[in-house]
């Protein structure tokens, strides 16, 4: 079955640093990647999604991903962090024609100004 | 579009009562999908339908829950009868395959069971 690990449950930035979570996947087949964001109190919104094509994905508010194949790997970068940023980040995947996603544990991020 | 819509957005119920969580996914969307977040699970999976059939209910607690969908814009999550350590945040979400899968959640229901 399909699992997702977040490495680092909690991450602490102040502004302006360089922000890089952590996403593998165990599945080796063809996949479908995402990553969430959660800000306190609300719902989940979509960062960023792959697909295809070009393994380097841009989302929206600066946020980036590679897809890195050999590695298993999905990992969120973002140059330069608000404290705006501050929420919990889920990254996701799905087995291509399938409609589950399973979901990472989450990382919450805290950016101090 | 008003997105998903999930009703109510707080409940708390006393033990032993029924709950019944609502949502209405967004127009034209042929999947939905019901979760549960805690802080010590995490967000799980609980059911998801396609086309208003239930398609993987492994998620599922337990008998004392269960889902349907009567139609492609209303689904209702029933907990019969409630216990403390059903507390959590339940979001519904919904997706297109048209869409390509892309999963818009709603802004969930938060139940607390004393």
């Known amino acids: 079955a399909q699992s997702v690990s977040q490495h680092n449950h909690h991450v602490i930035l102040s502004e302006a640093a360089s922000l890089e979570l952590g996403c593998n996947y165990s599945?080796?087949?063809?996949?479908?990647l995402f990553w969430y964001v959660q800000y306190p109190g609300q719902h989940l919104q979509l960062l960023l999604k792959?697909?295809?094509?070009?393994?380097l994905v841009k989302g929206i508010k600066g946020f980036e991903a590679e897809f890195i194949k050999s590695k298993f790997s999905f990992n969120l970068r973002k140059p330069s962090v608000q404290w705006s940023d501050t929420a919990e980040y889920f990254c996701?995947?799905?087995?291509?024609?399938?409609?589950?996603?399973?979901f990472g544990t989450g990382t919450r991020l805290l950016v101090s100004p | 579009d008003a997105g998903v819509i999930q009703s109510p957005r707080h409940e708390v119920t006393e033990m032993g009562q029924e709950v019944t969580l609502r949502c209405k996914p967004i127009?034209?969307?042929?999947?939905l999908f019901w979760y549960r977040q805690t802080m010590m699970r995490g967000l799980e999976l609980l059911i998801y339908?396609?086309?208003?059939?239930?398609?993987?209910d492994s998620g599922m607690p337990e008998d004392r829950f269960s889902a349907k969908m009567p139609n492609a814009s209303f689904s209702t999550l029933k907990i019969q009868p409630s216990e403390p350590r059903d507390s959590a945040v339940y979001f519904c979400?919904?997706?297109?395959?048209?869409?390509?899968?892309?999963?818009?959640f709603g802004p969930g229901t938060r139940l607390t069971v004393t």
């Open positions: 996701a995947v799905k087995n291509t024609g399938f409609q589950k996603l399973v």
């Open positions: 127009s034209g969307h042929n999947s």
């Open positions: 339908f396609n086309n208003n059939v239930p398609i993987d």
């Open positions: 792959y697909f295809s094509g070009d393994p």
């Open positions: 599945y080796g087949g063809t996949v479908n």
């Open positions: 979400a919904s997706s297109s395959t048209g869409g390509g899968y892309e999963q818009y």
